[in-house]
């Protein structure tokens, strides 16, 4: 593909030095559909980031779309705060219906600010109102958003570096395997819990991802999950699940901690939840954790009915009918790590790992900076991939659910072709 570089002036002048992605995918994107975008030089791209898990359901969902032009069409509430509306109760009976009950989780729903962050926000304030404790437990390589009470249970120094204040109140632990098996899981976390002379505050509760997606795609052991869950009970802490890129059927399931068969305390959501890449997050708790006083956690835009809108379609198109979103997740998983071994097998002494679950992998690379050159070569023959991992070295790969099985071939191939193109 031949890309003449856009004209980008204006970006470069007016707006901030802050911009990331714009950097790595020098073009102008005019339109989307599905699983592609179009620039506004008519190149098309095959999209395997899915605005950052934003777009399980791809882009432009036609059935969503209806649905929205419907509701604006017919002049719905489009700012509400928290006032109750048509749009909002069909979100959250279609949410009981559809999904909570069917998996026998009984939470309340709590709408906080509408992005990932601001769940998280939530999750860290309940949870220390209802605890009385302020430390708050996360695990290495964690990401849970860039707020700073988020930041403080993040690992990734550059992100951390960015408060410019100390982040206070939260203390890492070893995920799954970052010892590389050699030690018990959880041997120093209860340690530390059960020795007076530790040092370590009783935590109120303890945030984890089952999948970490922006720290390298490393993937937690249902095992793990499950003697997490027991240690919270046992230490009285509460256990926070961020399922907010790996949840809405990334995985497979619904809930990406399905498969641990675990009942976290507190559950947060955002990114596809809206189905349609609009802002929304939720806030899932157990029913005797909800202590919050009136209007003590608010937010001007925690009502975004356009977005209860394409949610509520969003569960009634793909979840409402007995999981075929689901069983065609795992099939197109199977197929990118049929690829991946395929691609590892031709570059063994270049790729250190492949991982992953559902749709969302990662192959990480024993040259640190050769995932930026293969997400740099991806774009040029039409293909989005992004990078994660405290250096960057792993190519992430998060395309839509609903990408066909040739499209996923046709981008599979092209990464193949992308990274043998740019081996040293």
């Given at each position: 593909m031949t890309i003449t570089p856009p004209a980008l002036s204006v970006f470069e002048t007016v707006e901030s030095e802050v911009r990331s992605y714009c950097r790595g995918w020098p073009a102008v994107f005019d339109r989307a559909q599905g699983a592609r975008l179009t620039d506004e030089d008519g190149h098309e791209y095959l999209d395997f980031f899915a605005g950052a898990g934003s777009l399980n359901y791809g882009h432009n969902n036609p059935v969503l779309k209806r649905a929205l032009l419907d509701y604006l069409e017919r002049d719905g509430i489009t700012h509400g705060l928290d006032m109750a509306t048509t749009s909002k109760r069909a979100f959250l009976e279609t949410f009981q219906n559809v999904i909570l009950r069917p998996r026998d989780l009984p939470y309340k729903v709590m709408f906080p600010g509408p992005t990932g962050t601001n769940a998280?926000?939530?999750?860290?304030?309940?949870?220390?109102?209802?605890?009385?404790?302020?430390?708050?437990?996360?695990?290495?390589?964690?990401?849970?958003?860039?707020?700073?009470?988020?930041?403080?249970?993040?690992?990734?120094?550059?992100?951390?570096?960015?408060?410019?204040?100390?982040?206070?109140?939260?203390?890492?632990?070893?995920?799954?395997?970052?010892?590389?098996?050699?030690?018990?899981?959880?041997?120093?976390?209860?340690?530390?819990?059960?020795?007076?002379?530790?040092?370590?505050?009783?935590?109120?509760?303890?945030?984890?991802?089952?999948?970490?997606?922006?720290?390298?795609?490393?993937?937690?052991?249902?095992?793990?999950?499950?003697?997490?869950?027991?240690?919270?009970?046992?230490?009285?802490?509460?256990?926070?699940?961020?399922?907010?890129?790996?949840?809405?059927?990334?995985?497979?399931?619904?809930?990406?901690?399905?498969?641990?068969?675990?009942?976290?305390?507190?559950?947060?959501?955002?990114?596809?939840?809206?189905?349609?890449?609009?802002?929304?997050?939720?806030?899932?708790?157990?029913?005797?954790?909800?202590?919050?006083?009136?209007?003590?956690?608010?937010?001007?835009?925690?009502?975004?009915?356009?977005?209860?809108?394409?949610?509520?379609?969003?569960?009634?198109?793909?979840?409402?009918?007995?999981?075929?979103?689901?069983?065609?997740?795992?099939?197109?998983?199977?197929?990118?790590?049929?690829?991946?071994?395929?691609?590892?097998?031709?570059?063994?002494?270049?790729?250190?790992?492949?991982?992953?679950?559902?749709?969302?992998?990662?192959m990480e690379f024993h040259d640190k900076e050769r995932a930026g050159r293969v997400a740099r070569r991806a774009f040029d023959l039409g293909l989005l991939v992004e990078t994660s991992g405290p250096q960057s070295e792993v190519t992430k790969l998060l395309p839509p659910l609903t990408i066909t099985e040739d499209e996923l071939d046709e981008g599979l191939r092209t990464l193949a072709r992308a990274v043998r193109e740019t081996a040293v």
């Open positions: 998280v926000e939530a999750a860290l304030k309940l949870a220390r109102k209802v605890k009385g404790r302020e430390s708050i437990v996360s695990f290495t390589n964690a990401f849970h958003g860039m707020s700073l009470g988020s930041l403080a249970v993040t690992g990734n120094a550059f992100k951390r570096a960015g408060a410019g204040i100390p982040l206070v109140h939260g203390t890492p632990m070893p995920f799954d395997n970052y010892l590389d098996g050699q030690v018990p899981d959880f041997l120093w976390f209860e340690r530390l819990l059960e020795d007076q002379g530790s040092g370590l505050n009783k935590p109120a509760a303890v945030i984890v991802e089952t999948v970490q997606g922006e720290g390298g795609i490393n993937v937690a052991r249902p095992q793990w999950l499950r003697a997490l869950a027991d240690l919270c009970r046992r230490q009285d802490m509460l256990l926070i699940v961020d399922d907010i890129q790996m949840g809405c059927g990334r995985t497979g399931a619904f809930f990406s901690f399905e498969e641990a068969g675990i009942t976290p305390d507190i559950v947060t959501l955002s990114k596809s939840i809206s189905g349609y890449g609009l802002p929304m997050s939720l806030c899932l708790f157990k029913p005797e954790l909800d202590v919050w006083e009136p209007g003590e956690h608010n937010g001007t835009f925690r009502g975004n009915n356009p977005a209860f809108v394409t949610a509520t379609a969003a569960l009634e198109a793909y979840w409402a009918d007995g999981g075929a979103l689901e069983k065609q997740t795992r099939a197109r998983g199977e197929q990118v790590e049929q690829a991946l071994i395929s691609i590892t097998e031709e570059n063994l002494v270049d790729v250190k790992e492949y991982r992953g679950h559902g749709l969302v992998w990662g």
